[in-house]
Nanobody, 125 residues
Framework: VQLQAFGGGLVEAGGSLRLSCAAS????????MSWYRQAPGKEREFVAA????????YYAESVKGRFTISVDNAKKTMYLQMNSLKPEDTAVYYCAEGPYLINTNMADERRYDYWGPGTQVTVSS
């Protein structure tokens, strides 16, 4: 599986962006897809996760109510709609794929097998 994230850019605080992650190769509906981010000088952190078939989602507390994760199975594409962006959301955003995961395991980056190159999101104050 190859993953490619795109859609990042520069936006003012309070603005919105939508990231996309396109997958090529085999995927399975039960597999878990996720978004992670890494800010300068910080460790990579979990943002949100969903299964390819949709349904169960899991969010980091810091983005709940502002970010929405979704998938288009037919297009093998995952999305992250980011609203009410804050300067602290500035980071490189990565997408990843892993096996069937539930609950807090969806936020464990060690469980993800495939990662794509990141896309930069910069939120100005």
């Amino acid at each position: 599986v190859q993953l490619q994230a795109f859609g990042g850019g520069l936006v003012e605080a309070g603005g919105s962006l939508r990231l996309s992650c396109a997958a090529s190769g085999r995927t399975f509906s039960t597999y878990t897809m996720s978004w992670y981010r890494q800010a300068p000088g910080k460790e990579r952190e979990f943002v949100a996760a969903i299964r390819w078939r949709g349904g169960s989602t899991y969010y980091a507390e810091s983005v709940k109510g502002r970010f929405t994760i979704s998938v288009d199975n037919a297009k093998k594409t995952m999305y992250l709609q980011m609203n009410s962006l804050k300067p602290e959301d500035t980071a490189v955003y990565y997408c990843a794929e892993g096996p069937y995961l539930i609950n807090t395991n969806m936020a464990d980056e060690r469980r993800y097998d495939y990662w794509g190159p990141g896309t930069q999101v910069t939120v100005s104050s």
